[in-house]
């Protein structure tokens, strides 16, 4: 795995508050937090956030992206739409792990209105403890890659 310890972070305006504590939270276990907002409670468009995050991590600038918005599930659609990206919206600890260690996600995505910042954050080191299994699980995500093509 790759020494890269930069993780994106973003939202949309809903949830900067839970994303600056994931932020705190993670650069607290080494991680090198890249926040790029927004910073200002103004309404704001979650597919640009969820795209701008996804390319720094398709780009191999960051190693791994967190975003945010209501559900999770908008701002996780848009950065689907970037080559390179497996994105999965989690609301329980068993899922984040699961897209780790089975779809070498290397995107979560969370709601700031579905859960809490405990469950958030919670759900935010299982994503970042788990590793990719490889085995049956490269195949299956080798079929995902060549959706892309």
Known sequence: MSDNKRIVLSSD???IDLRQTIATH???QGWEPVDI???????????KHGETAARLVASGDCRLGIILCGTGQGIMMAANKVKGIRCG????????????????ANMLSLG???????LALDIVDAFLAAQFEGGRHATRVDMIVALEA
Do not use: K, L
């Not at 927004?38 to 979650?46: F, G, K, L």
């Not at 919206?89 to 070498?104: G, K, L, P, Y």
């Not at 700031?112 to 405990?118: A, D, N």
């Open 112 to 118: 700031v209105r579905v859960i809490g910042e405990g």
């Open 26 to 28: 993670i650069a607290a």
């Open 37 to 47: 907002g927004p910073v200002t409670p103004e309404s704001t468009h979650y597919p």
């Open 89 to 104: 919206v989690c609301s329980d600890t068993f899922s984040a792990r699961m897209i780790r260690q089975h779809n070498d």
């Open 13 to 15: 305006h809903a949830a």
